[in-house]
């Protein structure tokens, strides 16, 4: 196993500007000398996608894997204006990816993995779920030293308008013009219930702090720039190291439940490698057992009644329009940011 | 043997086939019902669903500054996915203008105004049913349609609609299987009593000619009223075959006894041997002509009984002891010694009047034939499976011609002209032996004399 | 004998009634069952012969009601119906024997002499001449003490002297009365039988004689 992955060809390369999209970066894993390359484009950076990676590798030692990460509008870009000829496409915009099986960019593809996925994991045989990631509330334990935590929305809001000197400027979250994982969240939040409203009020009263990624938010908290960070990424802020400098919560009264989803672009060229990739990511999730849930060691807070997936579908595509992204913005802009 | 019956078809055969065809028809027709309806039912509620969804999308356009502000609802399109993995497109338009969705769906006009419209088309390689609503917009001074088309492929719709139809083809073919089978149970039920009576009047005897009185359905009464109305008519035609073969015999034998009589009293009377020999022939041809006659009616009594036997349990050796003590006079007459030999215990299946018939005429050919002082013997025997009643005399035998067959009809053998005799008697014994499945044996004995041997099949 | 002849046809029963007288009997003639009824009822009867077709009746049905009256008459059925019909039943019905017509009247005695047999007799079967007695039903001669069965031929031949004693009868007449019609037998058959009884003769004082030329005849 260890030779294999220091066997492993590994490049960091940004690659010549042939492509009309932008990328972050590209890795190339496994022999250099075969013809069985998978090209994967991504929106998970390398350090999410290595522990299920590398076990794919040792397991079909012939298979290659190109891996290029991209942010979800260029991966969008990619597939949808570009037709790039990408093998698989990960995503964790759930609404781009609907929009691409939707539109008829993406291929159906049935295996006894993908059928073993519960309904809200499969749409059409076309997007496949492979994670479940939260959106949390990060807290510094160091703000909120004597202070209770809170637990839900309420709560924050209870919180943020008794102590307003405490959290003025304090608070972060997604930029929503910027992040489309933001935005997603944002619009379930709002679409789940009215506080989000009523919470975008406050914060923006508490002057809020505008980030366009999770991991920078986490580091914000942790060094002590921010004492709140609303709809962070649940899994990204569990495997930091740094875990002891804040708490994560997930709000009992609703979690909202991103999931990773993968799908075969029309323009593949190697299907059955991205088809034998997808079945080794559900398998892989399933190995925990078959709840596919990906929520961390935050065990103790997971309520499944008060998960809300975000349902994949149709109904993703509403948020795509465009009078709807103007006018859920139009109203965001005047909430959060007091103008 | 029963005469063959020329068989053409088959009612229950018929009856069934009608019964499936007529099944098939109406599962072949069951099945398409189904399935139309099925169709119907399944394109409305996609219409209906697919109306709520343009309709929800369309009570959220509003007029803001002289724009126009469309805020989608989530449920607009979430309902769509609601029911199956669909694809949705959708299209909004201001006076033929594109605002927001898929660009190249275009809305279906219809010809009427109605607000809602829907159909089917071809959208991107996939077959799609789309609805298009219109709502009428004012945009500060002037006024506009605002145009929303949704639209879902009908992939799930298609795998819907393959299992009703797989579905209504099992009710078709279980509807068919089912009706196969009440067919075939209704056309036993309606077959059962045309064999009921097949069984009950071939159960008769020969016979029992009494009309068939068990009800029957209403359809069999013509069969039955005819058939008893043939019963009838054979009974009385039966009864008049009997009846005129016995008056004929009357008929014949009254007028012969009268002159028998006067000839035999006249010949006590006359003297002069010319008019005794006269008168002696005289008598002599009328005793053949009696013996004629008679045998000819037995032969017709014989032929009518033994086509419909109806067989009883015979003792034999009684059935002898009876008629060689009838036959003693007829013997003593003659001085003749009639015996009755070993008589073993036995018993045939028969006629007894046939078979006492059949017996009768053996032996009064062997006291008739065996002459002066002659000797008859009448024993019964059990050989296996069969009973011998063997008839032996001491008389000159039949004659020695193997060419000649003493059983054909009026047949008699040559050396016994001067004997009184149609020569049907043997024929007749023949007859009734055989109707009984026996067989009749005739021989010379080494030491002279004749062994007649009726055998038949011991019960 | 005394017969009752149940017989409608007029014709035949007059024959009948005229053959029987011949050899001594009494014949009564009924023309139906309702004269057969009367007759029985005033007269005893030997022997009964009954027809079967009778205008007011089934000769059956007065077989029926002649053995329910328990009459120990013997009936014998003269029939002209067909043989096979008609045998069982009547016999079944209580009749002696039948006789089909037209009949032998040798065979007819012959069979009345079986049915009186049967029956143990009648008043008159035994005649006497001299020092033998003749039972004609039994057929023996009764001579100085012995019993001497006779032979049908021989009995019937003895009859026929005894009930004319001293009366010569020829030798055709003879062969007539001894001999069925279809039998062709030459008159010096009845040698042999005269001469049979001879011999049965000897110990008695009667003795059959030959009339030269003219035939036989018994003296006692």
Known sequence: ?339 | MAPQVHIKGSIRRHLITMLLIGAALLAVLLYFVVQSVARQIAQESQDNILAASATAILDNAAVIDGEIMIDLPYSAFSMLGDVSDERVYYAIRLNDEFLSGYEDLTPIRSNGRSPRTFGSMDFRGEEIRTASLQRPIFLGAKSGTLDVTVAQTMDGQRKKLARFSLMSLMIGFSFFLLTALLAAVAARSATRPMHRLAASVSRRGPGDLRPVEAPVPAEMAPLVSSLNSFMQRLKHSLAESEEFIAEAAHRVRTPLAVVRTRAETTLRRVEKPENRQTVREMIRAIDESSRSAGQLLDHAMVTFRADHLEPKDIDLPALVIDLVESLKPLSELRDVELKVGALEPSQIAGDGILIQNAVRNVIDNAIKYCGQEGRVDVSVLRQGEHVQLVVEDNGPGFPDDPEQNLLKRYARGENVAGIVGSGLGLTIVDQVVRAHGGTLDYSNKTGGGACVTLSFPSC | MRFLLIEDNVELGRAIVERLSLDGHVVDQAESLADARDHCATADYDLILLDIMLPDGDGRTFLAEHRARENATPVIVLTARSEVSDRVGVLDLGADDYIVKPFDFAEFEARCRAVLRRRGGVAGNRVTRGDLTFDTLAGTLHVGGDDIQLRNRELRLFEIFVNSPGQIFSKSKLVDRLFSYDEDVSENAIEVYVGRLRKHLTRSSANIVTVRGLGYKLEV
């Open chain 1, 1 to 339: 196993m260890r030779h294999l992955i220091l066997s492993l060809l590994l490049s960091l390369v940004l690659v010549p500007v042939a492509k009309g999209f932008e990328i972050e970066e590209q890795s190339r894993f496994g022999p250099g000398e075969t013809t069985n390359v998978l090209r994967v484009l991504s929106t998970a950076d390398l350090a999410f996608i290595r522990p299920m990676l590398l076990p794919f590798l040792s397991k079909y030692p012939d298979v290659a894997v190109e891996y290029t990460v991209a942010s979800s509008s260029e991966v969008m870009k990619a597939v949808f204006d570009e037709s790039q000829s990408y093998d698989l496409v990960i995503s964790s915009a759930m609404d781009l990816q609907t929009k691409l099986a939707n539109d008829g960019l993406a291929l159906s593809y049935t295996s006894q993995a993908t059928q073993s996925l519960p309904d809200w994991a499969n749409w059409g045989d076309q997007i496949f779920a492979f994670t479940q990631e939260p959106a949390a509330m990060v807290l510094s334990n160091k703000a909120f030293e004597g202070l209770e935590l809170p637990r839900t929305r309420q709560e924050l809001l209870s919180v943020l308008r008794q102590y307003p000197e405490l959290f003025d400027g304090k608070v972060g979250t997604y930029d929503v013009r910027q992040s489309g994982l933001g935005y997603l969240f944002a619009t379930q939040d709002a679409r789940t219930s009215e506080t989000y409203w009523r919470l975008s009020e406050v914060m923006g009263l508490l002057n809020v702090r505008l980030y366009t990624s999770s991991a920078t938010m986490i580091d914000a908290v942790v060094t002590g720039e921010l004492a709140i960070a609303y709809n962070v990424l649940g899994s990204y802020a569990m495997n930091r190291a740094d875990k002891t400098a804040f708490t994560i919560v997930l709000p009992s009264d609703f979690t909202t439940v991103m999931l990773r989803t993968a799908l075969i672009p029309v323009t593949a060229k190697r299907t059955d490698l991205a088809g034998r990739f997808i079945d080794h990511l559900i398998e892989r999730t399933n190995e925990a057992g078959p709840s596919l849930l990906q929520l961390g060691s935050a065990d103790d807070q997971v309520d499944e009644n008060s998960l809300r997936r975000i349902r994949l579908g149709p109904g993703l595509l509403v948020y795509l329009d465009k009078f709807k992204n103007r006018s859920f913005v139009n109203e965001w802009e005047s909430a959060i940011l007091q103008e």
